[in-house]
């Protein structure tokens, strides 16, 4: 059986199509529409079975193929199907399809829609197997005609072994996800980070090809949720034509989404405005940077797909959708994707975005302004607290108040202008600039202006967001198991029932600011029971503040001082003052066989191991 498709061409009587397949019919005009997009357009329903040419010749005599007119869902709304001409009536024998027209204005677009969902019932298809297309007389997007458009987009197949956090020694069971990339410049892929985190296997197959390559992950951008891919078979490129990145569209533009979403095995495309462009919560990246938001629907599988504006130029990458609300989808723009691309060709690798590393307060209050001895004509924001480890730590004080950054002021409000009519938050701003870059501020302090140059650098957190395809780290002794406190750990461990667990610890983090380099937040995650750890088997989920009376600065501090200890006890001081203490000898004569009981190859992580074999310093002092 052939697809069923719905294509739609340009109003004109005089346009007219001849198709022989119904795949060439949805590869010929190259492009779609959503459904909704309906009025003064006719509309061409294309069955298996049958096939015909449409035309408007001055005869209007009516001729029903008889393979459609027997289905009575069809029988009882033919007074809105337009006619197929006598003189190219289709036999049903040994023909793909046929192409029935139907009016599209809105006094019948209800006919027409219940008429769609019987052809879709029927035929027992899905919703994702049909398509709505446009006729190269629509000017909006006629430069999305080239079907080489189409041939740049891939469908991405990623296999993933995702670690158990709460078993960090193991993995997890693997599983295969899809999502969806395009061709760019230089031989490269792009998809969204999320569709190829924890990858063991990555492989891409181009639209309309039957063939999958392997990729390599040349660099993933956590924060941003991008991944540039490769493929070195020259087979895969052949005759590819990479996209063009356009320019940040405008408020109510039309954006046109392709992609590979669940729910079918072809090409999906989706149609909406641009209804919002504003930094926006990154869900993979739990980052803020510009993105826009689009009414069309964007669901599992578009994630990597490009977003298209009416003159076939990519605007952007579809990446998430709203969970509360339907029909809205969110795009990374080009400018973070000049970002992430820059980044990487810079560096040979990518760093991230940058941050100013500090915590500010908005100043809407005319007298806390008044109190900061600011004049009527000055805005700026409030510095509350300066990251430990941020150069800016060596200019900024708590109480100053920033003014403008590279010379462009900054409102109370901590926006700042992005086009005629429109503003956008400060940290657009700096997440233009690079790592390394440097960026002038006007501060004032006690009522005095002043200039000030800080060099800007990614965040360093106390809870990282992601591991960054790294193993979680962790240590056993005496069947005490102690991890590094990650994002991706309180999300999978302490997220439902035990999400106290994780507010305690984000409390604990405060700003999630680390204050020197290296720190960790230590967690004695379990106990696995045995005869030298009774009493202590259901302690877990508690932070490990001390060892010996040694303030613990991360996992690799840890374990250094554990196996270099010398004292007659091993002691732990957690939080909530509870003390584990446990004798030396029997400590480490006990580990190997816990571990041999609960089948777990090794004592500690592999960057533990590495770093215990190069006898990686910590500025410790032996216990």
């Given at each position: 059986?052939?697809?069923?498709?719905?294509?739609?061409?340009?109003?004109?009587?005089?346009?007219?199509?001849?198709?022989?397949?119904?795949?060439?019919?949805?590869?010929?005009?190259?492009?779609?529409?959503?459904?909704?997009?309906?009025?003064?357009?006719?509309?061409?329903?294309?069955?298996?079975?049958?096939?015909?040419?449409?035309?408007?010749?001055?005869?209007?005599?009516?001729?029903?193929?008889?393979?459609?007119?027997?289905?009575?869902?069809?029988?009882?709304?033919?007074?809105?199907?337009?006619?197929?001409?006598?003189?190219?009536?289709?036999?049903?024998?040994?023909?793909?399809?046929?192409?029935?027209?139907?009016?599209?204005?809105?006094?019948?677009?209800?006919?027409?829609?219940?008429?769609?969902?019987?052809?879709?019932?029927?035929?027992?298809?899905?919703?994702?197997?049909?398509?709505?297309?446009?006729?190269?007389?629509?000017?909006?997007?006629?430069?999305?005609?080239?079907?080489?458009?189409?041939?740049?987009?891939?469908?991405?197949?990623?296999?993933?072994?995702?670690?158990?956090?709460?078993?960090?020694?193991?993995?997890?069971?693997?599983?295969?996800?899809?999502?969806?990339?395009?061709?760019?410049?230089?031989?490269?892929?792009?998809?969204?980070?999320?569709?190829?985190?924890?990858?063991?296997?990555?492989?891409?197959?181009?639209?309309?090809?039957d063939t999958k390559y392997i990729a390599t992950v040349l660099a993933i951008g956590s924060d941003c949720d991008l991944a540039l891919l490769a493929v070195k078979d020259d087979a895969f490129w052949m005759d590819a034509k990479p996209l063009e990145f356009g320019p940040l569209p405008n408020l109510q533009d039309a954006v046109t989404v392709i992609g590979y979403p669940l729910g079918g095995t072809t090409v999906s495309v989706t149609k909406g405005v641009v209804s919002r462009i504003e930094v926006t919560s990154y869900a993979h990246g739990d980052s803020e940077l510009l993105a826009i938001q689009i009414?069309?629907?964007?669901?599992?599988?578009?994630?990597?797909?490009?977003?298209?504006?009416?003159?076939?130029?990519?605007?952007?990458?579809?990446?998430?959708?709203?969970?509360?609300?339907?029909?809205?989808?969110?795009?990374?723009?080009?400018?973070?994707?000049?970002?992430?691309?820059?980044?990487?060709?810079?560096?040979?690798?990518?760093?991230?975005?940058?941050?100013?590393?500090?915590?500010?307060?908005?100043?809407?209050?005319?007298?806390?302004?008044?109190?900061?001895?600011?004049?009527?004509?000055?805005?700026?924001?409030?510095?509350?607290?300066?990251?430990?480890?941020?150069?800016?730590?060596?200019?900024?004080?708590?109480?100053?108040?920033?003014?403008?950054?590279?010379?462009?002021?900054?409102?109370?409000?901590?926006?700042?202008?992005?086009?005629?009519?429109?503003?956008?938050?400060?940290?657009?701003?700096?997440?233009?600039?690079?790592?390394?870059?440097?960026?002038?501020?006007?501060?004032?302090?006690?009522?005095?202006?002043?200039?000030?140059?800080?060099?800007?650098?990614?965040?360093?957190?106390?809870?990282?967001?992601?591991?960054?395809?790294?193993?979680?780290?962790?240590?056993?002794?005496?069947?005490?198991?102690?991890?590094?406190?990650?994002?991706?750990?309180?999300?999978?461990?302490?997220?439902?029932?035990?999400?106290?667990?994780?507010?305690?610890?984000?409390?604990?983090?405060?700003?999630?600011?680390?204050?020197?380099?290296?720190?960790?937040?230590?967690?004695?995650?379990?106990?696995?029971?045995?005869?030298?750890?009774?009493?202590?088997?259901?302690?877990?989920?508690?932070?490990?503040?001390?060892?010996?009376?040694?303030?613990?600065?991360?996992?690799?501090?840890?374990?250094?001082?554990?196996?270099?200890?010398?004292?007659?006890?091993?002691?732990?001081?957690?939080?909530?003052?509870?003390?584990?203490?446990?004798?030396?000898?029997?400590?480490?004569?006990?580990?190997?066989?816990?571990?041999?009981?609960?089948?777990?190859?090794?004592?500690?992580?592999?960057?533990?191991?590495?770093?215990?074999?190069?006898?990686?310093?910590?500025?410790?002092?032996?216990?």
């Amino acid at each position: 059986m052939a697809a069923v498709g719905l294509v739609a061409f340009g109003s004109s009587h005089g346009s007219h199509s001849f198709l022989t397949r119904t795949s060439s019919a949805l590869f010929s005009t190259a492009m779609w529409r959503t459904v909704e997009e309906r009025s003064s357009v006719r509309s061409h329903y294309i069955t298996p079975s049958c096939v015909g040419l449409v035309g408007v010749p001055s005869d209007r005599s009516i001729c029903y193929p008889g393979c459609l007119f027997n289905y009575p869902c069809f029988h009882k709304r033919h007074q809105w199907i337009w006619p197929v001409w006598k003189k190219y009536h289709c036999s049903c024998s040994g023909k793909d399809d046929v192409v029935i027209d139907v009016e599209s204005d809105d006094a019948c677009w209800g006919a027409e829609q219940d008429l769609l969902n019987s052809f879709k019932h029927m035929l027992s298809m899905d919703e994702n197997s049909f398509f709505y297309g446009i006729d190269g007389d629509d000017e909006d997007v006629a430069a999305l005609k080239d079907v080489s458009l189409l041939k740049a987009i891939v469908k991405v197949y990623c296999v993933s072994a995702e670690p158990d956090y709460s078993l960090p020694w193991q993995l997890r069971r693997q599983y295969t996800t899809t999502g969806s990339g395009f061709m760019i410049s230089g031989k490269k892929l792009l998809t969204n980070a999320h569709c190829v985190e924890h990858h063991t296997q990555v492989t891409v197959r181009r639209t309309g090809d039957d063939t999958k390559y392997i990729a390599t992950v040349l660099a993933i951008g956590s924060d941003c949720d991008l991944a540039l891919l490769a493929v070195k078979d020259d087979a895969f490129w052949m005759d590819a034509k990479p996209l063009e990145f356009g320019p940040l569209p405008n408020l109510q533009d039309a954006v046109t989404v392709i992609g590979y979403p669940l729910g079918g095995t072809t090409v999906s495309v989706t149609k909406g405005v641009v209804s919002r462009i504003e930094v926006t919560s990154y869900a993979h990246g739990d980052s803020e940077l510009l993105a826009i938001q689009i009414d069309a629907a964007i669901n599992p599988g578009n994630s990597g797909g490009p977003a298209f504006n009416d003159d076939g130029d990519c605007v952007g990458i579809a990446f998430q959708a709203h969970d509360n609300a339907d029909n809205i989808g969110y795009v990374i723009p080009t400018p973070v994707i000049h970002h992430f691309l820059k980044d990487y060709n810079k560096h040979g690798h990518y760093t991230g975005f940058p941050s100013l590393g500090l915590v500010f307060q908005t100043l809407s209050n005319p007298d806390l302004r008044k109190f900061l001895y600011m004049k009527p004509e000055q805005k700026g924001i409030l510095v509350q607290k300066v990251e430990p480890l941020s150069p800016s730590k060596e200019i900024l004080k708590e109480g100053d108040v920033i003014l403008s950054f590279d010379g462009v002021p900054i409102s109370n409000e901590a926006t700042v202008p992005l086009r005629p009519g429109e503003r956008i938050a400060l940290s657009f701003l700096v997440s233009q600039k690079f790592t390394g870059d440097t960026a002038v501020l006007g501060v004032l302090r006690d009522g005095k202006e002043i200039e000030l140059m800080t060099t800007l650098r990614p965040p360093s957190l106390l809870i990282p967001v992601h591991l960054k395809n790294r193993q979680p780290t962790y240590f056993i002794i005496a069947g005490f198991v102690f991890t590094a406190v990650t994002g991706p750990l309180l999300e999978e461990n302490y997220f439902e029932d035990n999400i106290y667990v994780q507010m305690r610890l984000r409390v604990a983090a405060g700003f999630n600011m680390a204050e020197y380099e290296g720190q960790e937040m230590i967690l004695l995650s379990e106990v696995l029971a045995h005869s030298v750890n009774i009493g202590y088997e259901d302690i877990s989920h508690l932070r490990a503040l001390r060892f010996n009376g040694i303030k613990l600065r991360n996992m690799q501090h840890l374990a250094q001082l554990v196996d270099s200890c010398k004292n007659p006890f091993m002691k732990f001081e957690l939080e909530h003052s509870t003390l584990v203490v446990i004798e030396t000898g029997t400590a480490r004569a006990s580990t190997s066989k816990i571990l041999k009981e609960y089948s777990i190859a090794h004592d500690r992580s592999q960057d533990l191991r590495d770093a215990r074999e190069q006898d990686v310093p910590n500025g410790i002092a032996v216990c």
